[in-house]
């Protein structure tokens, strides 16, 4: 098994472009997330899913969305991206089930807004 | 959301115990307790979860006491490989979702 995998790795995005971060599991895990974690700091929840075709908002939505139309696929989509999104982004994936709580990271994509 | 708060840094030598303390004033009946490492430049890694008293796997202990507003990592001897950022996660399956807290994260680092 591969795990999370995200694409890109890195990525440089000036003011106002758009872009999609990837995030594939293959793991069969119902849960998904993205979490984005600046510089020094903790990860920030920013959106999730349960299962495909249901998402809902974290604790940071503003400025993205999120489609999850397979099980495996959960891409996050920034539109005008703006400095303030300059950040590691962690996709992460979970069974939640029968009391398994354990989350499973990619191993993120750098994003710099310039 | 529960609140996590964590000791911004540890220092510890190899070989001694280390006891990495979260509170979590407002956990609600459901939540669990998960703890992850994280090294730098790469995702966080899972370490172990509780709900109440104390759970123990092949690398750390978690207790948790009976009012559940605290949780306690403990990892036995350490050693250089061992540093690195810890967080403790509050989080509850709710109405069909998940609704998750990261701590602010612990760095420990652990010298010869």
């Known amino acids: 098994n591969a795990g999370v995998t995200q694409t890109p790795k890195f990525r440089i995005l000036k003011i106002g472009q758009s872009m999609t971060l990837q995030c594939t599991q293959d793991?069969?895990?119902?849960?998904m997330y993205w979490y984005r974690q600046d510089p020094g700091m903790g990860l920030k929840l920013i959106y999730y899913?349960?299962?495909?075709?249901?998402?809902d908002k974290g604790e940071v939505p503003n400025g993205y969305n999120v489609s999850r139309s397979t099980t495996e696929d959960f891409p996050l989509r920034l539109e005008l991206a703006a400095p303030s999104q300059t950040s590691v982004y962690f996709c992460?994936?979970?069974?939640?089930?029968?009391?398994?709580?354990?989350?499973?990271f990619g191993p993120g994509t750098r994003l710099t807004v310039l | 959301l529960a609140k996590t708060t964590q000791p911004i840094s540890m220092d510890s030598y190899e070989g001694q115990e280390v006891n990495i303390t979260c509170s979590h004033n407002?956990?609600?009946?459901?939540?669990?307790i998960t703890w992850y490492q994280q090294f730098p430049s790469q995702g966080p890694r899972f370490i172990i979860q509780?709900?109440?008293t104390k759970v123990t796997n092949e690398v750390a202990s978690l207790f948790i006491p009976a009012d559940r507003k605290s949780s306690t990592l403990s990892l036995p001897r350490v050693s250089l490989s061992d540093t690195a950022v810890y967080y403790c996660?509050?989080?509850?399956?709710?109405?069909?979702?998940?609704?998750?807290?990261f701590g602010t994260g612990t760095q420990l680092k652990v010298e010869l």
């Open positions: 992460a994936s979970s069974p939640w089930d029968s009391g398994n709580h354990e989350q499973f």
């Open positions: 407002n956990i609600a009946t459901n939540d669990y």
């Open positions: 996660l509050v989080g509850v399956r709710t109405g069909g979702g998940n609704k998750l807290t």
């Open positions: 793991m069969n895990h119902n849960y």
């Open positions: 509780g709900y109440k």
């Open positions: 899913s349960v299962g495909a075709g249901i998402t």
